[in-house]
Structure formats: structure tokens, C-alpha cells
């Protein structure tokens, strides 16, 4: 699997941070979100910034996860990925909004790449952290955060891959949402 270029990263990130409006900022950090999951064997950007027939959701970007070819052939085929530069923490509301397209959409796996993670704990269950449980428990869905201080570890699509089965495991066995330490 294809090493991830640091510089790619730290450029992508830096776009983030230096960008003038909210827009800008989404913009980059879609990019970093497309470039970290095209590395990977058998994930394909289908589209980004879809809007639906109503055009009341929009999604972010959309992956081809061919499952047999993937490293994360153990996430959904149709993989919804959300993007949250924010410099706050992604709350409640955001969350179930994801949610909520993810449930529209039959799809059981969802990936929020929310830079400064999400408000609330694991424990007592509080803010978007209840949201999260929410979705396991009421609608099957399973919302894994990416945040960016594991970005910055990252050197290959392998070790996202691994962090994400990580994740998926600790949601479903411990009910946590596992954040960088």
C-alpha cells in the first residue's frame, strides 16, 4: 500500500488553517479526505458535494469501497464521508444530522473527519458522544470520528485502515468512541 507524502498532509492542513472563510476550509479538508482515502487499494471518489433530489442533504464525498480489494472492505460498499473543520469540536446537532443522512441513505457505516473531534464524553454519555451511541444503538449506524491529531500520525492508508478497525471494535464491544491519546 502506497506511503502516504507528510507534506501532502501538512500542506492540506495548512490550507485548513489558513483559509479565509468556512467554505475554504470545507474545501481542504475534503481534499486531505479524498487524498488519504484514494490511497488506499480499491476506495474511489465517486462524488463530492451531492446534493439529493430534494436538495435537503448534502453529502461531503462519497467512496467506492470495493470491498475485496479494500483494506476497509469490512465498511459499507457506498462509504459517506463527512468533513468538520471547525475550530471547535463538532456538537450534538451536526451529529445527528449526519446521522440522519445516513440513515436516508440504508447505510450502516459513517466516517466524520471532524479535526477537533466531537463535544461531550464517553463517560457519563454526554453531547455528540451520546449522539454517536444513539445512532448504534436506535439505527444500526456506526459513526467513526478521524480527528486531526490521528491524521498526523498517519504514514500509509494500512495504518488508517487498522485505526479504523480499531475503532469499529471498540465501538460495538466497549461503546467507546476512541480519540487519539
Known sequence: MAAY???KIRSCLAAIDNAATADAKGEALEELGRY?????AGVTCEDKNILDGQRAHELDIAFFNDQPRSPIGFLDAVLIVECKASGQPVGSDAVRWYVGKLRDRGSHHGILIALNGITGDNDPLTSAHSEVFTALSRDMVRILILTREEIETLT????????????????ALKRTVHIAE
Do not use: P, Y
Request: net charge positive; with cysteine.
Open 5 to 7: 507524502s507528510i507534506r
Open 36 to 40: 488519504l482515502f484514494e490511497k488506499m
Open 156 to 171: 500509509c492508508g494500512a495504518e488508517l485502515a487498522a485505526l479504523f478497525k480499531r475503532k469499529l471494535m471498540l465501538l
